[in-house]
């Protein structure tokens, strides 16, 4: 067994039950990717459309579930309607109308989640907490896509306890959500957690976590 395969065992053992692992790929190879679904990764998440398309074609769409976890351009959202089991990045209707069109053209659903800027930084992806709730309502009238949850990527900073507030307001505004009665299921996604903060973002109700470091090791 490789030791990347054992560092995602570990990692895997050491997860609630009830929390996803999603391992970001970018920039790894497929070998890399090919050993941690060999450590029991079902997730491959991914910033880029074209690097995930040619990582699907080789590896296939049944080896993982694929989730799209970098920022999307409208340009592309028919190439990642067909390529991804679900996209995390949905930050603005126009987006969201886009994905809804390609995935009505292809008669699927499509799940994503909603990524707030919870830190409310400037220039960064994501809607601020006070413009969710129209958003959400928005795209709930959209018939082809599902909302199930919220995404959060957090500021940059050195000790992963100073995002347990961000990590916090995320799982309240999920909360929120879930009482929505114009969604139709309650969403109950959280993604949110990257190598450094995770184990703060499983404490504050995380349901999925987005590994690269910690899993791959440092990127080359
Ligand atoms: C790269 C990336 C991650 C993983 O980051 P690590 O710090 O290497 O674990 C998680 N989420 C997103 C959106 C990323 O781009």
Redesign the pocket.
């Known amino acids: 067994m490789s030791e990347m395969t054992s560092r995602v065992r570990e990692i895997l053992s050491s997860l609630p039950a009830h929390v996803t692992l999603v391992a970001?790929a970018?920039t790894r190879s497929c070998e890399e990717v090919i050993a941690a679904l060999d450590g029991g990764v079902r997730v491959v998440?991914h910033?880029y459309v074209q690097e995930a398309d040619a990582m699907i074609s080789r590896l296939g769409p049944h080896a993982a579930t694929w989730t799209m976890?970098?920022p999307l351009q409208r340009n592309k959202a028919k190439w990642a309607v067909r390529l991804f089991d679900s996209i995390q990045t949905v930050d603005s209707l126009r987006l969201a109308v886009a994905i809804d069109r390609h995935a009505r053209s292809l008669g699927r659903i499509m799940p994503i989640l909603i990524e707030v800027n919870v830190g409310r930084e400037p220039q960064k992806a994501g809607v601020r907490p006070e413009d969710l709730p129209p958003l959400v309502g928005e795209i709930a009238a959209l018939s082809s896509v599902r909302i199930d949850g919220l995404m959060t990527?957090g500021p940059w900073v050195e000790d992963p306890e100073d995002l347990r507030p961000i990590f916090r307001e995320t799982r309240a505004l999920l909360d929120q959500l879930a009482t929505d009665p114009s969604l139709g299921a309650p969403p109950h996604v959280l993604s949110m957690g990257?190598?450094?903060s995770y184990r703060v973002a499983v404490e504050e109700g995380a349901t999925m976590v987005?590994?690269?470091?910690?899993l791959f090791g440092p990127r080359s």
């Open positions: 970001a970018k998440g910033n976890i970098g990527m990257m190598s450094s987005r590994l690269g470091t910690s």
